[in-house]
């Protein structure tokens, strides 16, 4: 399964929501001020690195560099491009929005 | 990842035409604040009509959409609260409320419109992984 979060984790409870449903083996992408959850030193940073143990992480790279957080890229978290977006997508046969 | 060619969803008994595949509605929403709750319950219905499986879960702020004593007439919206009751009718009887949602609220499962069945997150979680489809509203 496949969560997608494209909410700040500090303006909105999707991306909290999303780690307290995320089960073993899903993957999580990171997209829109979703990538913000990936940034070191963020709030939500000690959650999702305690979360990399078990989970695939994604972050979608051109949110990142649009807001010019790619240097800020918490290790384990994987950039992908649009391509890559698809991809994951097509390969999870279930898609969770947390909207 | 690989970005040559995606790999192919393995087919499933709920792929072949006409099968009867399990969908989940994940209500996360507010009733009035935005339209996602009033357009989700539009979804369920019509879903419903295809003779589809429908569970519907509601979670964080969607445990809102089932708060009993809604009275709309002031903000001139539609109260589509007692429609959750006539979903028995269309055969949707799975209603699922997250614990954690209703308790961090302050709300009860005799505060709601209609019979649900209240679960904890873990527990949602794992339903949620066992949809077909999950539609999120």
């Known amino acids: 399964m496949l969560h997608i979060v494209n909410k700040s984790p500090t303006e909105r409870s999707a991306f909290a929501s999303c780690l307290a449903h995320v089960l073993p083996g899903h993957a999580v992408l990171l997209i829109e001020d979703g ?52 991809d994951l997508v097509v390969q999870h046969p279930r898609v969770q929005s947390w909207l | 990842m690989d970005q040559s060619e995606p790999a192919a969803i393995p087919a499933t008994d709920s792929d072949r035409p006409g099968a009867i595949r399990k969908f989940m509605f994940v209500n996360r929403k507010a009733p009035y604040g935005t339209v996602y709750a009033l357009e989700g319950l539009e979804v369920v219905l019509i879903t419903a009509a295809f003779d589809q499986e429908v569970a519907l879960a509601f979670l964080d702020d969607g445990v809102y959409q089932l708060v009993k004593g ?39 499962e005799e505060d709601l419109v209609v019979a649900v069945k209240v679960i904890p997150a873990s527990e949602l979680s794992k339903l949620m992984d066992e949809a077909d489809v999950l539609l999120s509203f």
Do not use: H, W
Request: hydrophobic share 45%; no cysteine.
């Open chain 1, 35 to 86: 990538v913000y959850a990936a940034t070191r030193g963020s709030a939500a940073a000690e959650r999702l690195t305690a979360a990399l143990r078990d989970v695939k992480l994604y972050v979608l790279a051109p949110d990142l560099e649009a807001r010019a957080m790619s240097k800020a890229l918490l290790e384990g978290v994987v950039p992908v491009d649009y391509r890559g977006f698809v």
């Open chain 2, 70 to 108: 809604q009275n709309t007439k002031a903000i001139e919206s539609k109260n589509f609260s007692p429609a959750y009751r006539a979903l028995d009718d269309y055969d949707i009887d799975r209603l699922y409320v997250e614990r954690e949602s209703l308790e961090s609220r302050g709300l009860a």
